[in-house]
């Protein structure tokens, strides 16, 4: 399976009771109730009589892939279907089997790059912090190999990112965009990140100063110090505790309208693995910062999807609001059915995220009006304004 990863400060996950039914409230076809059961590290003793019951029906294993890979899934299904191999088809095991070997191979060349990157930022007084791809596969799945991820992100300070842009740049790192002093000001007010590629291996690389994805205003404040020490196969890096990850990968998935399988299944593994979260804490932030209702929806999918444990007062908090409810609802809905959706559909869905109904507007506004990186990279600093004239022209053409 590959090298495992130890969590130097983390706790062992135990083998909870709670299961819930993948399709009390959607009715999933069976293909999607297989890659929801196979959406979890260990599989409990229901979830396999399931998964049994699943593999003896005629199932659609062209969708399952498909869904499997959409949903970053395909590490998870292999582990788990690993265990029936006489109850899969030949060929779809053996192209199985090929696409983990293919994300294992290349989440390795990625984090020796990572560690790569860290060295070289941290070495010259940058304080870097990675997230998300890499450390979830370490902190939350155990296993370098069981979680998919396409680039890597680090959080800097913004006002590290000229300096960083300097030192990748020379160090084989060519920027996605090349920017001005001007459109940078205008980079460091509308967006959150800069990106950067690589050829050999070829790989993106953020370069983050806030955690606000696809335009989604929060006023989350993290503190820095607030983090972790992480050992892998030599290395130690620092990254964030895991109660600030619940709340970074909530956001996130947020910002995406929680459209992959695999964004949830973080969650829920971060919560499964570390027993001992303190929810005092991640609430309480999250009500401060506003995103309350979207951790809630979080939580309602982990628990309603993949059946993870959560605490009896957290899961009644948000169970009894009939927002996060119907959110969850509606975004269950959609996690296996892309076709529909469309503008009109995602500024539906957006409705109700957050608590405050300026916060609302403003996230709104963001999706029409903030420039994308690409775009401000052809916009003279003098002629911005006319960005605006543009963005009101395209909203009411859509």
Not at 153 to 174: C, H, R
Not at 286 to 313: C, F, M, Q, T, Y
């Amino acid at each position: 399976m590959g090298i495992r990863f130890l969590y130097i400060t983390g706790f062992k996950a135990d083998d909870g009771d709670f299961i819930m039914d993948v399709s009390r409230k959607i009715n999933f076809r069976p293909e999607e109730e297989l890659i929801l059961c196979c959406a979890r590290t260990d599989l409990r003793s229901d979830i396999e009589f399931k998964i049994l019951s699943l593999l003896k029906k005629d199932l659609d294993w062209h969708y399952i892939l498909d869904e499997a890979f959409y949903n970053k899934m395909t590490p998870l299904l292999y582990l788990n279907l690993n265990k029936y191999p006489d109850m899969v088809p030949g060929i779809v095991f053996s192209d199985l089997e090929n696409k983990f070997s293919e994300v294992s191979r290349r989440n390795f060349i990625l984090a020796g790059k990572l560690f790569e990157i860290l060295d070289l930022l941290n070495s010259n007084g940058i304080l870097a912090i990675p997230y998300k791809g890499l450390v979830l596969a370490l902190l939350a799945y155990g296993d370098l190999a069981l979680r998919f991820f396409g680039d890597l992100d680090v959080l800097v300070k913004k006002e590290d990112i000229v300096n960083a842009k300097e030192l990748l740049n020379s160090n084989g790192f060519y920027s996605c965009y090349e920017l001005d002093y001007s459109q940078m000001k205008l980079l460091f007010r509308f967006q959150h990140e800069y990106k950067f590629f690589q050829d050999n291996p070829n790989l993106i690389l953020e370069l983050h100063w806030d955690f606000n994805v696809n335009h989604l205003h929060n006023d989350m404040i993290y503190d820095s110090n607030y983090v972790t020490q992480v050992r892998a196969d030599g290395f130690c890096f620092s990254t964030f505790a895991p109660e600030e990850l619940v709340l970074i990968l909530s956001l996130h998935a947020s910002g995406h309208l929680w459209d992959s399988l695999g964004w949830i299944c973080d969650i829920a593994q971060i919560i499964d693995t570390y027993k001992e979260l303190n929810w005092d804490r991640i609430l309480d932030k999250a009500i401060k910062s506003s995103v309350n209702r979207i951790l809630g929806v979080s939580l309602l999918l982990a628990k309603e999807l993949i059946g993870v444990d959560l605490p009896d007062d957290v899961y009644q908090k948000f169970a009894e609001d009939k927002k996060v409810q119907s959110i969850s609802y509606r975004m269950q809905k959609n996690l296996f059915n892309k076709d529909s959706i469309n503008f009109y559909r995602l500024a539906w869905d957006r409705i109700g995220l957050r608590e405050s109904f300026i916060n609302e507007m403003r996230d709104y506004l963001s999706i029409f009006f903030n420039p994308r990186p690409a775009q401000l990279a052809t916009i003279p600093n003098s002629l911005y304004p006319l960005y605006y004239v543009n963005s009101i022209y395209r909203a009411l053409n859509i």
